[in-house]
């Protein structure tokens, strides 16, 4: 079987690595890919992007490739699975009318609204005195959110009115996020901790994978400004076996079949953000894709039937699919150049990836990076992703930092806090 993987982060290389894993898996590429999918087992670059939806059909076609996993938000909300399957090719991954759960921040709570899944309350604004005028009136603490994608970025957690209006600000005004984010939602501040709910779907049919919770701030102890992710670990404490369950019935369940009623049949994966706090269980949104760095730890912990439950979803059933997870915990931390998530300078060689590798059920997924004249060198914000697997959170995040001492390149940046939270959910701290 030979298999396309679009993208070139992290997301996108632990896609490759755990798909590689698979007898029946024969080749994968990747496009673009990154110095990381250049050196893994099975897999080969390809030169092209993810937004050139005409010439990756191309290449599928030309190379007789089985099954396209697309990584990205922005191929599924240009529609590249309605192109792809309208060629008759077989694409993992929600379409354009389905992606709109993530691509439109008003669109999702509309659905939610109407499914009766619970959330924050909110009202969406297309100019800037209204929304400045109606965060005067509620103050803070708000959420202000850009209504389309913005690479993880869009959204703002303010404890202060000014806060919350430099927000609306630089959204209307400065056109921080691009042109096409002329609308914004404005919710409630929810209370507690957020969690990532990942599962497959067919649109009829969820497997859902492990829970797992993200570090956005790119200092300790949750401080300044939101990245794409800087660690994460999974299972998350915070949300047991009854609680995933509970996710599955009244958040995915709902969202699909609210889809449904519109004509829109949703197969790919459902994120679910989640806001929990003791018994109360709130989405704060929904993307169309699988996190970074959710991903690699959720992923690193699937024992089977990955592949099947891929292939599964793009034919629209996935009776009879199981997915197996370790019983082990995984915890993964982000090595990010200096700067991030504002200006940084790339091109620095990296070294340790291979010793922090050869430590047992370690694994580095990389993200920004680039293999050039045998070499690895730094060509992102967030370089690295250092992921291990242990018996247990502690254990698994003193593996994943004793693989991140091995390693080391210029202007490199990472928290040292991954995984507290999950410690102090279970009491070991």
Same mark, same amino acid.
């Given at each position: 079987?030979?298999?396309?993987?679009? &993208?070139?982060?992290?997301?996108?290389?632990?896609?490759?690595?755990?798909?590689?894993?698979?007898? #029946?898996?024969?080749?994968?590429?990747?496009?673009?890919?990154?110095?990381?999918? /250049?050196?893994?087992?099975? =897999?080969?670059?390809? *030169?092209?992007?993810?937004?050139?939806?005409?010439?990756?059909?191309?290449?599928?076609?030309? *190379?007789?490739?089985?099954?396209?996993?697309?990584?990205?938000?922005?191929?599924?909300?240009?529609?590249?699975?309605?192109?792809?399957?309208?060629?008759?090719?077989?694409?993992?991954?929600?379409?354009?009318?389905? /992606?709109?759960?993530?691509?439109?921040?008003?669109?999702?709570?509309?659905?939610?609204?109407?499914?009766?899944?619970?959330?924050?309350?909110?009202?969406?604004?297309? +100019?800037?005195?209204?929304?400045?005028? %109606?965060? #005067?009136?509620? @103050?803070?603490?708000?959420?202000?959110?850009?209504?389309?994608?913005?690479?993880?970025? @869009?959204?703002?957690?303010?404890?202060?009115?000014?806060?919350?209006?430099?927000?609306?600000?630089?959204?209307?005004?400065?056109?921080?996020?691009? $042109?096409?984010?002329?609308?914004?939602?404005? $919710?409630?501040?929810?209370?507690?901790?957020?969690?990532?709910?990942?599962?497959?779907?067919?649109?009829?049919?969820?497997?859902?994978?492990?829970?797992?919770?993200?570090?956005?701030?790119?200092?300790?102890?949750?401080? @300044?400004?939101?990245?794409? @992710?800087?660690?994460?670990?999974?299972?998350?404490?915070?949300?047991?076996?009854?609680?995933?369950? #509970?996710?599955?019935?009244?958040?995915?369940?709902?969202?699909?079949? $609210?889809?449904?009623?519109?004509?829109?049949? %949703?197969?790919?994966?459902?994120?679910?953000?989640?806001?929990?706090?003791?018994?109360?269980?709130?989405?704060?949104?929904? *993307?169309?894709?699988?996190?970074?760095?959710?991903?690699?730890?959720?992923?690193?912990?699937?024992?089977? &039937?990955?592949?099947?439950?891929?292939?599964?979803?793009?034919?629209?059933?996935?009776?009879?699919? +199981?997915?197996?997870?370790?019983?082990?915990?995984?915890? =993964?931390?982000?090595?990010?150049?200096?700067?991030?998530?504002?200006? %940084?300078?790339?091109?620095? $060689?990296?070294?340790?990836?291979?010793?922090?590798?050869?430590?047992?059920?370690?694994?580095?997924?990389?993200?920004?990076?680039? /293999?050039?004249?045998?070499?690895?060198?730094?060509? &992102?914000?967030?370089?690295?992703?250092?992921?291990?697997?242990?018996?247990?959170?502690?254990?698994?995040?003193?593996?994943?930092? +004793?693989?991140?001492?091995?390693?080391?390149?210029?202007?490199?940046?990472?928290?040292?806090?991954?995984?507290?939270?999950?410690?102090?959910?279970?009491?070991?701290?």
């Amino acid at each position: 079987m030979k298999i396309l993987v679009i &993208g070139s982060g992290g997301r996108e290389h632990a896609i490759a690595w755990k798909l590689s894993q698979d007898n #029946r898996v024969e080749k994968i590429y990747v496009a673009p890919g990154n110095g990381g999918t /250049a050196c893994e087992e099975k =897999c080969e670059n390809v *030169n092209i992007k993810a937004g050139e939806i005409t010439k990756l059909i191309e290449f599928v076609k030309t *190379n007789k490739i089985d099954l396209t996993v697309v990584g990205p938000e922005d191929p599924l909300s240009q529609g590249i699975v309605d192109d792809f399957e309208k060629e008759g090719l077989l694409i993992f991954g929600p379409n354009k009318a389905a /992606a709109q759960m993530e691509a439109s921040k008003a669109f999702a709570k509309d659905v939610m609204k109407k499914a009766g899944i619970a959330t924050a309350d909110y009202e969406k604004f297309n +100019n800037c005195h209204d929304a400045l005028e %109606y965060i #005067r009136k509620k @103050g803070a603490p708000i959420v202000v959110k850009a209504d389309g994608l913005a690479a993880g970025k @869009g959204v703002t957690v303010a404890f202060s009115i000014e806060e919350a209006e430099k927000a609306v600000k630089e959204i209307f005004i400065d056109k921080v996020f691009g $042109e096409a984010n002329s609308t914004i939602v404005i $919710e409630d501040f929810m209370e507690g901790e957020e969690a990532t709910y990942l599962a497959i779907t067919d649109g009829e049919n969820i497997i859902p994978l492990s829970v797992s919770q993200d570090h956005k701030r790119v200092y300790d102890n949750d401080e @300044g400004p939101n990245t794409g @992710g800087m660690g994460a670990y999974t299972p998350a404490p915070i949300c047991n076996d009854e609680k995933l369950a #509970r996710v599955t019935n009244e958040i995915a369940k709902p969202m699909i079949d $609210e889809l449904k009623k519109r004509g829109i049949i %949703y197969k790919g994966v459902i994120y679910a953000g989640l806001m929990i706090n003791g018994e109360s269980i709130k989405v704060v949104e929904f *993307n169309a894709r699988f996190g970074d760095p959710e991903c690699q730890v959720v992923l690193s912990r699937i024992e089977s &039937g990955f592949l099947d439950a891929l292939l599964g979803a793009a034919k629209g059933n996935l009776t009879g699919i +199981n997915i197996i997870n370790k019983n082990m915990t995984a915890t =993964c931390v982000i090595m990010i150049s200096g700067g991030y998530p504002k200006d %940084y300078k790339s091109g620095y $060689e990296i070294t340790g990836i291979n010793e922090a590798d050869k430590i047992e059920n370690i694994k580095v997924f990389h993200a920004g990076t680039r /293999a050039e004249n045998g070499k690895i060198l730094t060509s &992102g914000g967030r370089v690295l992703c250092v992921t291990a697997i242990d018996k247990d959170l502690s254990s698994s995040i003193e593996k994943a930092y +004793n693989g991140v001492a091995k390693i080391s390149f210029k202007n490199m940046a990472y928290r040292k806090d991954i995984g507290k939270k999950g410690l102090k959910n279970l009491g070991a701290l």
